[in-house]
């Protein structure tokens, strides 16, 4: 299983991006997929997820300004992000959640300026 993250950049606080994941596979249709984050110095963090019925989770840092959603095969996951915040810059990747079993891709890199 391969999965590649993009759509990141360098943006504005209060801006957006909108990140995809594309897999190799149908791991989509048979997992809970998950968005994390590494913040520089930190630790990967689960920061969205959703199941295979639909139902999304998030942390509470990003609740309200984040979206994940597939689109209706489950071939990408998606990571709507509104309102951008400096603390949310970090490389972002896709996975299966909560425990990432697949093989981690690159990630993407979000970095958001004050």
């Known amino acids: 299983v391969q999965l590649q993250a993009y759509g990141g950049g360098k943006v504005q606080a209060g801006e957006s991006l909108t990140l995809s994941c594309a897999a190799s596979?149908?791991?989509?249709?048979?997992?809970?997929m998950g968005w994390y984050r590494q913040a520089p110095g930190k630790t990967r963090e689960l920061v969205a997820a959703?199941?295979?019925?639909?139902?999304?989770n998030y942390i509470d840092s990003v609740k309200g300004r984040f979206t994940i959603s597939t689109d209706g095969a489950r071939n990408t996951v998606y990571l709507q992000m509104n309102s951008l915040k400096p603390e949310d810059t970090g490389v972002y990747y896709c996975?299966?959640?909560?425990?990432?079993?697949?093989?981690w891709g690159q990630g993407t890199q979000v970095t958001v300026s004050s």
């Open positions: 959703i199941t295979k019925s639909g139902a999304t």
């Open positions: 596979g149908r791991i989509f249709r048979d997992s809970t």
């Open positions: 996975n299966q959640a909560p425990t990432g079993i697949y093989k």
